[in-house]
């Protein structure tokens, strides 16, 4: 099988067959296309996603090897769930889409730059508008102090980037997510990429083949139809 970088055309929204994707760097599939709406969602129906600098062309990728988790699997440590009974922080569901991804985008501690350019964030904000695109928010009052945001396709949601500016805010959103998504029908939430961030709430390592096997199975599945309306979670 060949492993060379594929041009996208302009015109047409279709991927190469992710497989094709290459050994190094690993995962590197195509170059080109754009962010519009439709090449998105289409990329993410095949395992695929953008990843690139600003100032670089669109890049995309199909890793092979793939950070996954049921929902219901999620790992609560005995120190979160302390924190959870005893805290007042609070979760909502897109609340705060557009504060969310400029949060998201920050540079953290250890980066000098971050991959969330302006680019991404007016596309994904247009994920959001037509109702593809969702968030997480964590509250302390009115503060927002950490969150997540992701894709939704059909019984999958495809996690982007997380944040937190206050301690464990972010796995509260993470948890929040898990429960909230298996209880309105969500199979599987995509974490794309292994941290020891995520493997510690349980997420598990998929080959990209296992991935896209859970993808056929699951994308064209439907959640309860309330799920992404504007609500607030309780985590139990």
């Known amino acids: 099988m060949s492993k060379k970088l594929i041009a996208l055309s302009e015109h047409h929204i279709q991927f190469p067959d992710p ?16 962010l519009s709406i439709d090449r998105l969602m289409n990329a993410y129906q095949h395992a695929i996603f953008p990843w690139f600098s600003e100032g670089e062309p669109i890049l995309w990728w199909s890793p092979p090897t793939r950070a996954v988790i049921t929902p219901t699997q999620v ?8 924190f959870i009974r005893q805290t007042s922080l609070t979760i909502t569901i897109n609340h705060a889409f557009e504060k969310v991804i400029n949060a998201c985008a920050l540079p953290r501690k250890k980066q000098a730059e971050t991959w969330i350019s302006p680019e ?11 109702g593809k695109a969702h968030s997480i928010e964590v509250w302390n009052n009115e503060e927002l102090v950490g969150g997540l945001y992701g894709v939704n396709v059909g019984a ?3 996690g982007e ?3 937190h500016v206050q301690p464990n805010a972010s796995k509260l959103a993470f948890i929040g997510l898990c429960q ?6 969500g199979k599987l939430i995509d974490c ?7 493997q510690s709430l349980g997420v598990t390592a998929n080959t990209r083949n296992e ?11 439907r959640i309860n139809n309330n799920c992404w309306q504007l609500q607030s979670i309780t985590i139990f």
């Open 161 to 163: 980037s997380m944040f």
């Open 180 to 185: 909230h998504f298996s209880m309105h029908a």
């Open 211 to 221: 991935f896209l096997i859970q993808l056929a199975n699951n994308k064209t599945a």
């Open 156 to 158: 999958i949601f495809c």
């Open 120 to 130: 991404i964030k007016t596309a994904y904000i247009a994920l959001h508008q037509v």
């Open 75 to 82: 790992h609560i440590s005995k120190s979160m769930a302390k």
């Open 19 to 34: 497989n094709f994707a290459m050994d190094e760097p690993a995962g590197l599939l195509a170059i080109g296309g754009d």
């Open 192 to 198: 794309q990429m292994m941290t020891p961030h995520l």
